[in-house]
């Protein structure tokens, strides 16, 4: 009924912005490295069916240089599709590389759609990979798939007015017409009104230096 549908409805936007109100992070040192201590165990093979050396987890380490955690401590926007990694790394550990009918990837434990808000708690050494969390999952995502909000970007985007993508897969453009990237089912964007041409919504990108910026476009 009407009531119930309020409920979910807030209900659901509570939990998907709320990594954008933390105070700090939701998981504590040991829980982050206890995924570096499994694999330094267990290192497993990569895509090319070659068994990971105890250099490569001990590297990994020494990247996230998790005896500083948490230094990270912003909030932040997915502004493409991405992977959350259990390790800061893009390369596959695979238990069983012979097993080509499922070679699953140990080191994907989920995907994020584009423009999820993040609470980043940490920063590798590189700066090429953060530590996030979103209203669902942590996990490690390149620093270039995300871009850091400030208050005046986020009272936009938590506008109470959204628009909801109901078929897979659908094109976001900028308003010059290049294709920023693709949204899952179920994504939504803040709604800025409705005309003849379609509905209009905010999609948010990077700038130059990093941080969120606010685009138009139409759907």
Avoid: C
């Avoid at 659901?12 to 499994?38: A, C, I, Y």
């Amino acid at each position: 009924d009407n009531d119930l549908q309020k409920k979910a409805d807030l209900f659901q936007n509570e939990m998907f912005f709320s990594p954008w109100h933390l105070e700090k992070s939701r998981f504590t040192l040991d829980e982050v490295r206890w995924e570096f201590e499994k694999y330094s165990k267990d290192l497993g093979y990569g895509r090319n069916g070659e068994r990971h050396s105890s250099t490569w987890i001990k590297n990994l380490a020494a990247n996230a240089h998790l005896e500083s955690y948490p230094d990270g401590g912003f909030l932040a926007i997915t502004i493409q599709n991405t992977d959350l990694r259990v390790l800061p790394t893009a390369e596959s550990h695979l238990s069983d590389p012979r097993n080509s009918l499922l070679p699953f990837d140990n080191m994907q434990n989920s995907g994020v759609a584009a423009n999820t808000p993040l609470l980043v708690s940490h920063v590798a050494r590189d700066k090429k990979w953060v530590l996030a969390e979103t209203h669902y999952a942590m996990g490690w995502i390149p620093a270039s798939h995300i871009a850091r909000v400030d208050a005046a970007f986020m009272k936009q985007w938590e506008n109470s007015a959204y628009v909801v993508i109901t078929r897979d897969k659908t094109s976001m453009y900028s308003d010059n017409g290049r294709l920023l990237f693709k949204v899952p089912l179920g994504s939504f964007f803040p709604k800025t009104g409705e005309d003849d041409r379609g509905l209009q919504i905010r999609i948010a990108t990077a700038d130059k230096e990093g941080r969120a910026v606010i685009r138009k476009t139409i759907l």
